[in-house]
């Protein structure tokens, strides 16, 4: 114990009158153990796998083409694919036409074309967003089961049909997640 200003002030009370004194630690304690909770109680138990790529400039030129490498090993049960695409509000369509390929591990593909509508017909983007920044998730396959186990590859071409790219399409993305019963 220490005698301060004629008060008698144990060790633990040292410590809580420096800790009272950081405005920091009752904030940064409280958010720390929310931002854990909100972690764990966050976690998708369901998903497979979640990735954007990042357009340069936001400007998706159709050479640029977006590749994505997944390891499946569940071949049992069914999967739910959806492609993610983050756009500017001065996208100046309501949609996005997509080339998607699929290659599984054996070398076989599937080519597929995608009509990814991003806004209604009165022009509301649709999505979530966040100033000028909307994110859309398009289901693309529901209830798939990939034959065999191994790396698939999905790559994803804009087909459009523009010349100087796409302007304001910022992010594309592959979201695989196992089909709930």
């Given at each position: ?27 940064g ?123 698939y ?23 695989i ?5």
């Open positions: 114990m220490k005698l301060v200003n004629n008060r008698v002030r144990s060790p633990k009370s040292e410590v809580r009158r420096f800790c009272l004194r950081l405005p920091f630690f009752d904030f304690l409280r958010s720390s153990v929310f931002g854990l909770l909100l972690f764990l109680f966050s976690c998708d138990s369901n998903k497979v796998f979640d990735q954007y790529i990042e357009v340069e400039n936001a400007n998706w030129k159709r050479e640029n083409i977006a590749k994505f490498s997944v390891d499946i090993t569940d071949t049992t049960t069914a999967h739910n694919l959806y492609i993610n695409i983050r756009n500017k509000g001065n996208y100046p369509y309501s949609n996005l036409y997509m080339f998607v390929k699929i290659e599984g591990p054996d070398g076989n593909f599937s080519v597929d074309t995608v009509n990814c509508i991003l806004a209604d017909k009165s022009g509301k983007w649709l999505g979530k967003g966040i100033g000028d920044l909307w994110d859309v998730q398009v289901p693309y396959i529901g209830g798939f089961k990939f034959a065999k186990s191994g790396n590859q999905f790559s994803f071409e804009q087909a459009m049909r523009v010349e100087n790219g796409l302007e304001g399409i910022t992010d594309i993305g592959l979201h997640e196992r089909k709930e019963d």
